[in-house]
Nanobody, 115 residues
Framework: QVQLVESGGGLVQPGGSLRLSCAVS????????MGWYRQAPGKQREWVGS???????DYDDSVKGRFTISRDNAKNTVYLQMNSLKPEDTAVYYC?????????WGRGTQVSVSS
């Protein structure tokens, strides 16, 4: 069974940075597509960005140039580096994995951007 555990969320001021981690067990991050998503209060979950098994990344226009997805194969972990954070980035952030056995989600980590 694939399990995903997010960490690294917190409260940060506008313009600040956070790095979220998604630790994966049950599959190798180098073999699967991983994505970051977020859900703000009262809104639907939305896609933030993805990294494919070959390491290619893609981002929603709202975060392009500010957020970066990377992975550490040795730690079997995927990261979301978030810079220049804005209040509208406030949300619960989830990582998701697409594997041959199905799709999996973590429980999320809260990111709050406020002065």
């Amino acid at each position: 069974q694939v399990q995903l555990v997010e960490s690294g969320g917190g409260l940060v001021q506008p313009g600040g940075s956070l790095r979220l981690s998604c630790a994966v067990s049950g599959s190798l991050v180098s073999n699967i597509a991983m994505g970051w998503y977020r859900q703000a209060p009262g809104k639907q979950r939305e896609w933030v960005g993805s990294i494919t098994s070959d390491g290619s990344t893609d981002y929603d226009d709202s975060v392009k140039g500010r957020f970066t997805i990377s992975r550490d194969n040795a730690k079997n972990t995927v990261y979301l580096q978030m810079n220049s954070l804005k209040p509208e980035d406030t949300a619960v952030y989830y990582c998701g994995a697409g594997t041959s056995r199905g799709s999996y989600w973590g429980r999320g980590t809260q990111v709050s951007v406020s002065s």
